[in-house]
């Protein structure tokens, strides 16, 4: 089987999931959706793709089976739904929204519709990640009990120039982004390997102090001058998981930007920025090798002349030891990968769940439950790290 997907926004990422998409064999057409004509005309030149669309409504319009979509990230929840009641199978890059009530919206949508949905959270296929689930699976741990995820992004290593592509002469209303409002690379690098869910949470803000209009409240679209933020989660196993979001942070968020701690009653494993390390009650075991990600591409290579070369390193890191490469179609071998081998797995997996009409590891039910915490964090650091309640939408149906 086979099926044909619109990608809506063929920025810096969209146009090379675009063409990730056109080399499945499970897809048969892909056809790219831009704000600017250009942009969708150079895709469909660069890639041979089968065409482009005017706008999203004339995409939803038209007969393509899928939306991927890679808009501005506040953006997702209502474009999600609409697709979705479009009858468009849909994969959304994160967040999958920004509000607990888009993330219900969304699940009804697609419980009502029977359409597959699913978010494109990378660090489901870190290799950390990955490395941590099998562990945990074999019940190497023990009883994990606490947990960490770190995403730490410093705006100096190329978020000013991502900002400014995306933004254009406004940029600096939306580069005030609430850190907790992009969670999901912290928290579903721990829950995609942890079988757990948050139930409540504490955080608190660091209100910026660089005074460049960045994270000024009264620039900002979304009142923000929070720049860093730590979250205490409790999980419903009674564990525990702290999540740093950081945007101002003396590290070298282009070697790894997303890192992981598990701690469990047997052993742990640690990740610092370029050593891993899993330790039981006897020894220290040096495992970086096995994590290690290898490029897919070069840095210099055209495609990301519009990609600032501090993030660059996002969109070239392939796959890892731990990774398991044989599943990929053969088509992927020697394609452009990223965010540490995750791109292909992305694709794959978002694939395989339409044309077979199974649930995609990250479906929308997972999905809320990497958003939610995040967003449920933001509010509590605006209270002064007043621990609140975090819904839980259950799990996807069929599933226990």
């Known amino acids: 089987m086979t099926f044909s997907i619109g990608v809506v926004g063929v920025g810096q990422f969209g146009g090379q999931f675009a063409h990730l998409f056109n080399l499945h064999p499970g897809v048969s057409d892909v056809y790219v959706v831009d704000e600017l004509p250009e942009r969708a005309a150079e895709a469909v030149d660069r890639y041979h793709l089968a065409g482009s669309e005017a706008s999203f409504d004339d995409l939803l ?55 597959v949905y699913m978010m494109g959270e990378t660090s489901y296929y870190n290799p950390a990640t990955v490395y941590a689930r099998k562990q945990h699976a074999a019940g190497r741990f023990g009883r994990i009990f606490y947990t960490e995820g770190d995403y730490v992004h410093d705006m100096d290593l190329g978020f000013y120039d991502a900002y400014q592509y995306s933004g254009g002469d406004r940029w600096k209303e939306t580069a005030s982004y609430p850190p907790m409002l992009y969670p999901t690379h912290a928290v579903g690098g721990v829950l995609g390997a942890v079988p757990a869910h948050a139930v409540s949470v504490s955080c608190v803000g660091v209100k910026d102090d660089r005074n460049d209009g960045v994270f000024d409240k009264e620039v900002s679209m979304f009142g923000n001058d929070f720049s860093n933020a730590t979250a205490l989660f409790e999980l419903n196993d009674g564990g525990v998981m702290r999540t740093n979001e950081m945007r101002r942070v003396g590290y070298p968020s282009h070697i790894r930007e997303s890192r992981f701690r598990f701690f469990g009653t047997e052993a742990s494993f640690e990740q610092l920025a370029k050593v891993s390390v899993w330790q039981d009650k006897e020894n220290v075991h040096d495992i970086s090798e096995q994590l290690e990600s290898r490029p897919s591409m070069s840095l210099d290579d055209p495609s990301l002349a519009n990609v600032a070369p ?91």
């Open 61 to 115: 319009a038209s007969d393509v089976d899928a939306v991927a979509i890679f808009t501005q990230r506040w953006t997702h929840g209502p474009l999600v739904e609409q697709a979705l009641r479009a009858g468009k199978h849909v994969y959304s890059a994160v967040p999958m929204a920004i509000s607990e009530d888009e993330i219900a919206r969304v699940i009804d949508a697609v419980r009502e519709t029977g359409l």
């Open 310 to 400: 501090e993030l660059r390193d996002a969109f070239v890191s392939g796959l890892s030891p731990v990774h398991d490469a044989d599943r990929l179609p053969e088509e992927f071998r020697g394609a452009p990968n990223g965010h540490e081998g995750s791109h292909h797995f992305l694709v794959d997996d978002f694939v395989t769940a339409v044309n077979s009409g199974t649930l995609p590891p990250v479906n929308a039910w997972v999905a809320a439950r990497f958003t939610l915490p995040g967003i449920v964090a933001h509010q509590s650091a605006l209270r002064g790290g007043a621990r609140l309640p975090i819904r839980d939408f259950g799990d996807a149906p069929g599933i226990r």
